[in-house]
């Protein structure tokens, strides 16, 4: 074989080590957006039994300064819920972002393989 033959191959094998790499982070990152769904379920499951809480709080206590603490238990119940899931669907945006970016390396990574595939044949 000549010295172009090496180096094609040498670039080959470089390619498809990268490329191997890129399917590896992307499985990573599919996991890790797995693993926020499931975050995601256990917040919904988390909320649900947080409202359960303020009704048993709402029949138990009476009077003006209960429905005042009711109303900021509520209304902080709802901040801190609306800013866990802008907070996750953020993660999931960027995860999901971070997919697509590999997706497309690796197709940038295919397209050269095949184009060293063909040089390499000639």
Do not use: C, P
């Not at 945006?93 to 000639?122: V, Y």
């Amino acid at each position: 074989m000549d010295k172009d033959s090496h180096l094609i191959e040498a670039s080959l094998r470089t390619n498809k080590k990268r490329q191997e790499e890129e399917e590896e982070k992307v499985f990573q990152l599919r996991q890790k957006l797995q693993g926020q769904q499931w975050l995601e379920e256990d917040l919904k499951h988390i909320h649900k039994q947080e409202m359960q809480l303020l009704d048993i709080l709402r029949q138990g206590w009476q009077g003006a300064e209960a429905r005042g603490f009711h109303n900021y238990l509520e209304e902080q119940q709802q901040v801190d819920s609306s800013n866990w899931k802008k907070g996750m669907r953020q993660q999931e945006e960027e995860i999901e972002d971070s997919i697509q970016n590999s997706k497309m390396q690796l197709l940038d990574f295919q397209t050269e393989q095949q184009e060293l595939q063909t040089r390499w044949l000639k």
